[in-house]
């Protein structure tokens, strides 16, 4: 979980969106790093594919900071 990800060329503006995730919705060798988790928070592209899962929303808000990247919430 600590690999850095290409976000992609400069294209003006870069944004990706947070949004919960419930653990129980994933792919069972995610579930199994999730420690006791019952929800993650993912980055996701404009068009919804997910970049990373981290473990809280301050996280997903520092990836994004982090990769110089706009985080916004997704409800």
Do not use: S
């Not at 947070?18 to 993912?42: F, H, K, M, N, S």
């Amino acid at each position: 979980m600590d690999t850095r990800y290409d976000f992609g060329a400069e294209t003006g503006e870069r944004i990706v969106y947070v949004r919960p995730v419930a653990v129980a919705d994933l792919p069972e060798e995610i579930r199994a790093q999730a420690a006791g988790l019952t929800q993650l928070y993912a980055l996701c592209d404009a068009n919804g594919e997910r970049l990373a899962l981290v473990k809280d929303r301050w996280m997903a808000f520092a990836l994004a900071r982090e990769n110089e990247v706009q985080a916004v919430n997704v409800h």
